[in-house]
């Protein structure tokens, strides 16, 4: 049976081994942020839609339910809808109008971060998480400003018909899980947040072999004869030693061979100066 030669040996494998597998770590933890903050936006969405932030039981003889700006109540045994997104004087309370727009929002900043992904393409990921970070610390300012604000709005006519309910005091009704999602919603964005702060400043820097590498590949022309064809170039090596290289142009060192020895020579002497 062979040897298994899956774990580095020497101690420069063992750097690159494990250097590239944090590499690929980090982009995983990236691309986990990405799909979360893909499901904060799906939570925000049910939160500024779903009209069951408060409600009665579902056996109770006065059944209904009460959502940011939407709201059923029940009229002659009949479930009635009632409320409408784009006109603010129809929600019941000024609190709901005011959690209605701090859940808008959330919505809105999610999507403009959804939509700063393709940034990475463009520009420095550091920009591009330190822009979605700040954006999740608004979400979560937002929706806790919405969790806080919404029970004020419990001493509404309706509601108050419905629920005998007071100011941050439910009364016959009770807090249903929208509500409680939204909550979540808060701590959710506060990590998202931290994640995107953690990712911005703890990039994957490049090894001393691999910016060896890409310094080896740019090259400097410092000079160019045109009379004999011969270009004096300065290339970077990966032990940093600076070496001449002597590009001819075959057509006219076949013109000009004495030329082009003339010029090659001083080309060396330049450089040894």
């Given amino acids: 049976m062979g040897k298994n030669n899956s774990k580095p040996e020497t101690g420069d494998e063992r750097v690159k081994y494990y250097h590239s597998k944090y590499v690929t770590y980090s982009r995983a933890i990236a691309v986990m942020w990405a799909v979360l903050v ?3 936006l799906i939570i925000a969405l049910v939160c500024l839609i779903q009209p069951t932030w408060l409600g009665t039981q579902r056996d109770a003889p006065g059944q209904g339910y009460f959502g940011l700006w939407r709201y059923y109540i029940n009229e002659d045994n009949l479930i009635i809808e009632r409320g409408k997104f784009l006109d603010l004087a129809d929600i019941p309370s000024a609190s709901f109008q005011a959690a209605t727009i701090f859940v808008g929002l959330t919505v809105l900043l999610t999507i403009i971060c959804v939509f700063c992904f393709f940034l990475f393409m463009c520009v420095s990921h550091k920009i591009v998480f330190i822009i979605c970070g700040w954006i999740l610390v608004f979400n979560a300012l937002f929706m806790f400003l919405a969790c806080v604000i919404y029970p004020g709005g419990w001493s509404a006519d309706v509601v108050q018909q419905l629920c005998q309910s ?4 439910s009364g016959k009704c009770y807090i249903q899980w929208t509500y409680y999602l939204a909550i979540i919603s808060i701590f959710d964005a506060i990590v998202l947040a931290i994640l995107a702060f953690v990712l911005a400043y703890r990039q994957v820097k490049l090894l001393p ?7 080896a590949k ?4 410092i000079d160019d004869d045109q009379a004999s064809g011969v ?3 300065q290339r970077v090596h990966p032990n940093h030693a600076v070496q001449p290289v002597y590009v001819v142009d075959q057509a006219s060192a076949h013109s000009h061979p004495a030329a082009t020895l003339r010029s090659h020579k001083s080309a060396k002497q330049n450089f040894n100066l």
């Fill in 166 to 169: 007071d100011s941050y005091v």
């Fill in 38 to 40: 893909l499901c904060f």
């Fill in 209 to 215: 072999w691999q910016s060896s590498d890409k310094l």
């Fill in 218 to 221: 740019k090259a400097y022309i």
């Fill in 231 to 233: 270009q004096y170039v």
